[in-house]
């Protein structure tokens, strides 16, 4: 766990004009096997201390690795941030106030998490369910398992008189089974388990995942007599995976108040209908549905305390994700988005869990109303558009005909603009799942969660003619 | 530039020597060590103005380590030499548990030498002029254009190879780099977003002024109200070399390299020698090239990169495996498995090329999911024009295309004279054949 070194530095130095100043470790660990073969065993930690300083609306940030009882580097860095400050403050002479204060306040968040975890641990349960997947599947054309665990600590001072201290783990295993089509074409499938939490509390026990490597191998066979889907305009059913990544890629990048700014169709669209009213979206700080939600954030590394954001209410855009200085912009208040990746990185407007909020139809039901379209249950990436246009990759979903499950279909594509296949949505489920493997990628990478119900959409499937 | 074997910052060298003598010590058979020392500057625009100087100094250091075949790796970014033995201490109790694997080692022997390329420090002025210019250029001929964020960097790196066998190779290598993205904007109506990334040695070029980029913000500013196609139909694509880039990617990911060939997934696996592509098809992979600076040296497994073919005329003249990929497939280790690349150029104007399709796209960025193990491929065509009877017609949205990269390597019909450089590759506009293009 990180010592309370800018405690000292603060005691000593104090701080000169709006400061933040963090140190971080993050932990990772990766063991991953191909074909009963040992390609990664490997740790590590990065750690280090960062300090942004704002003079007149100009920001400077350095940082360096190491972190430490040596209170003059710590010093340095802050001085170097200081600097950049200045150096921008004299060219762009902005003239701008600081941000208003925050309550000063103090906490501490999952620290109880950060328990030593072995090496040989992580390569003991990959390494059973690597020779489960071998023995029951012997003719599958490759396999591969893999591990990874990342453990985020952050230690926050700010010139405001917060201080946080958190620690968020994550840990997942991800299995990828090949075969060959009728073909000869390769044909795969993959699974993550896992999610908040460190390893031995996620893994107790290899045994307790067979069952899940069984049914994703039965899927992995129907996907190898799979059909490509139609290309164009369907009637699909996004299971709680797509409707989770609809929720963060398609809606959720355009309502960060950056993008905004920069000119994305969420910025004309606030107060307006953008889905159906049986749409709810909202951002998620830490706890949902009575339970913590895969990435608790309960203060930001600005340093405001993390609050749920709404984004969309019964189909009304009702809200952006802000930090602190597009929240003065539009008058809004910051409700603890701003994130940073690394101990090197500034924090960037970022979602936390974004998620669509559970209806009242059954998924059966939903499957019985459809004549003709596909039930999707899998996506394996997505981008979105400042337009709202996106995409979602779907390794595995079914075709419906006459209201019930057909053939599965090949790898596809999913698209459209967000608003309006929200609109075209008809049925939400009443169960809401998340998933927590996700990193976005928006000049740094962060961990994020996604969740929702299922829902019934028109969308352009990428299909073949 | 080649020269003698030398580091520059004695502590890399120490750290390295440090590594390797507590990997002998706690009794491995060979290790290795990268060791490196790191500095960034940036430059930051966002929001309409240049919001942020950025200074990340960084330390980073691998280790690796057999025993028996047994492998054990920790990275850490500290040379303190307590959190080095540690990570020694921790790479040594990882291989314990690890399983043996014969492909495992390290690199034979070689000539040790060192490289260095560009300047050690950033000039922060000039880098701020060149911002400026940037945006007062863009403003002046592209004025629709907005920047959602501009990043204006220069790094500097000086890092060491070590192993157990006596290998020494370090480079230092410092260069500008340009990232952003953008829109173009009109009222309330905006194009997709869009991007361009650029690596260079001087900051004192004006980044508008090159050809690449003019293209590339007049294009999108052209984008700001696009159609939508009715129907499915088969087609040709007009790839842009940005988005060639992005396909050549995930051949390399799905046909080449250690994942796809190690695994046995990879639909080339057996290919070697054979024609897997249209003859007009040469790729390269590049450690050194006078138009390119963001080459590296240095191959991610500790030798010295040569410039190789990977397809040539078509034919498939080598594969992209590191050592450990070689050793696991029988295979020969090639000798570039990194991703600076170069595209032969065509015989066909890109005029002609795109006066040649009767019905198709000029495809200026793949938003796709990635490509299955057979390289079927489906996604949305971004900052894409129609082309109808010979001509570029309209900008597209909500277009979608799928194919196979196999195939579409196979139904190349055209490359362009043309090429763009972005400082990292050297591609033209290709023209594929036999599409699924579908819209609403």
Redesign the interface.
């Known amino acids: 766990m990180l010592q309370d070194h800018l405690h000292d530095y603060i005691k000593r130095f104090g701080f000169t004009g709006y400061t933040e100043l963090r140190a971080q470790e993050n932990r990772n660990r990766a063991v991953a096997m191909l074909n009963g073969s040992l390609v990664s065993n490997s740790s590590g930690v990065s750690r280090g201390v960062s300090a942004r300083v704002v003079k007149g609306g100009a920001y400077g940030f350095a940082s360096a690795t190491g972190y430490g009882d040596d209170i003059e580097a710590i010093a340095q860095i802050v001085r170097s941030a200081s600097q950049n400050a200045t150096f921008l403050d004299r060219h762009v002479q902005r003239g701008q106030p600081d941000f208003a204060p925050v309550q000063p306040f103090t906490r501490t968040d999952g620290l109880e998490h950060d328990v030593p975890v072995e090496q040989s641990y992580l390569l003991s349960v990959v390494d059973e369910l690597d020779s489960y997947i071998a023995e029951r599947f012997p003719k599958l054309l490759s396999r591969r398992v893999f591990a990874r665990v990342l453990n985020m600590e952050k230690l926050l001072y700010t010139s405001d008189g917060v201080v946080s201290h958190s620690f968020v783990p994550r840990s997942n295993i991800y299995t990828i089974m090949t075969t060959q089509d009728q073909d000869g074409q390769p044909v795969e499938l993959y699974k993550v388990l896992g999610g908040y939490g460190n390893f031995p509390e996620k893994f107790k026990n290899a045994e307790e995942f067979f069952e899940k490597l069984e049914k994703q191998y039965e899927l992995l066979m129907q996907k190898a007599e799979g059909v490509y889907a139609k290309p164009g305009i369907q009637t699909v059913i996004l299971d709680s995976d797509l409707a989770g990544i609809l929720a963060h890629e398609a809606v959720g990048h355009t309502v960060e108040a950056d993008f905004v700014q920069t000119g994305s169709v969420g910025g004309p669209m606030f107060g307006k209908q953008v889905a159906s009213e049986k749409i709810s979206l909202v951002d998620i700080a830490h706890t949902a549905f009575g339970e913590l939600a895969p990435v608790p954030v309960f203060v930001d590394d600005e340093g405001t305390p993390a609050q749920d954001q709404m984004l969309i209410e019964n189909g009304i855009l009702t809200g952006y994700m802000h930090n602190k200085e597009s929240a003065r912009k539009f008058g809004h208040e910051p409700n603890g988005n701003a994130r940073a990746y690394e101990f090197s990185d500034e924090p960037l407007i970022r979602m936390r869990n974004t998620c669509i909020l559970p209806g009242t139809d059954k998924l059966e039901e939903m499957i019985a109303s459809v004549e003709d379209g596909y039930f999707m249950t899998d996506m394996n990436n997505g981008q979105a558009d400042s337009t709202g246009e996106f995409m979602f990759g779907v390794p595995m979903g079914y075709e419906i005909k006459n209201g019930k499950l057909g053939r599965a279909i090949k790898d596809t594509t999913v698209s459209g603009v967000a608003f309006e296949v929200l609109k075209t949505a008809d049925m939400v489920s009443d169960t809401v799942t998340w998933t927590n493997s996700g990193m976005c990628g928006k000049k740094q990478m962060i961990p994020v969660g996604m969740g929702g119900p299922a829902i019934k959409v028109k969308i352009n499937v990428g299909g073949r003619a | 530039m080649k020269k003698a074997f030398e580091v520059k910052n004695q502590s890399i060298l120490d750290s390295a020597e440090l590594i390797l003598n507590e990997i002998k010590a706690i009794g491995a058979d060979e290790g290795e060590t990268w060791v490196s020392r790191n500095v960034?500057t940036e430059l930051y625009y966002?929001?309409?103005?240049?919001?942020?100087?950025?200074?990340?100094?960084?330390?980073k250091v691998s280790v690796k380590l057999l025993k028996d075949k047994r492998?054990?790796?920790?990275?850490?970014?500290?040379f303190?030499p307590a959190d080095i033995k540690q990570a020694v201490a921790?790479a040594w109790?990882?291989?314990?548990?690890?399983?043996p694997?014969e492909?495992e080692g390290i690199a034979e022997l070689q000539e040790n030498a060192s490289f260095n390329s560009g300047e050690e420090k950033p000039d922060?002025d000039l880098m701020?002029q060149q911002l400026t210019d940037l945006l007062a250029d863009t403003k002046q001929d592209f004025p629709k254009i907005?920047?959602?964020?501009i990043?204006v960097e220069h790094t500097y790196s000086e890092r060491l190879y070590a192993n157990t066998n006596g290998v020494r190779l370090s480079e230092e290598q410092g260069l500008y780099q340009l990232i952003n993205m953008f829109?173009a904007?009109d009222g309330?109506q905006?194009?997709?977003?869009n991007y361009f990334g650029t690596v260079y040695d001087d900051p004192s070029e004006r980044v508008a002024e090159a050809g690449r980029v003019r293209r590339i913000l007049d294009e999108t500013q052209r984008q700001i109200v696009t159609e939508q196609i009715e129907?499915?139909?088969?087609g040709d694509l007009v790839i842009t070399p940005g988005c060639l880039e992005n396909f050549l990617w995930y051949v390399g990911d799905t046909y080449l390299q250690d994942?796809a060939m190690?695994?046995?997934?990879s639909?080339w696996k057996e290919k070697l020698g054979e024609q897997v592509a249209s003859t007009l098809v040469n790729v390269e992979l590049v450690a050194e090239h006078p138009e390119l600076p963001g080459t590296s040296k240095l191959s991610g497994d500790g030798y010295v990169a040569e410039n190789m073919s990977l397809i040539e005329r078509g034919v498939l003249k080598n594969f992209s495996l590191s050592r450990?990929g070689a050793a696991?497939t029988g295979l020969k280790r090639s000798a570039n498995s990194g991703s600076t690349m170069v595209f032969g150029n065509g015989q066909t104007s890109l005029e002609d090329m795109i006066s040649g399709v009767e019905k198709g796209i000029l495809l200026g960025r793949f938003?796709?999911?990635?490509p299955?193990?057979?390289g079927?491929l489906?996604?949305?065509a971004?900052n894409s024009f129609l082309i109808e009877n010979g001509k570029v017609t309209k900008p597209l949205?909500?277009v979608?295309?799928?194919g196979n990269l196999g195939d579409m390597l196979r139904d190349t019909v055209a490359v362009s004279q043309e090429r763009e450089n972005s400082g990292y590759w050297l591609l033209p506009w290709i023209r594929v054949s036999k599409v699924?293009i579908?819209?609403?």
């Open positions: 960034l966002e929001l309409g103005k240049i919001s942020m100087v950025r200074t990340v100094f960084s330390d492998k054990g790796t920790v990275n850490l970014n500290s303190d921790d109790q990882a291989a314990q548990s690890a399983a694997d492909a922060l701020y907005s920047f959602d964020s990043g829109m904007k309330d905006t194009s997709s977003f129907g499915s139909f088969t994942g190690i695994s046995g997934t639909p450990y696991k938003s796709g999911g990635q299955s193990p057979s079927d489906s996604g949305v971004k949205s909500e979608m295309i799928a699924t579908s819209g609403k």
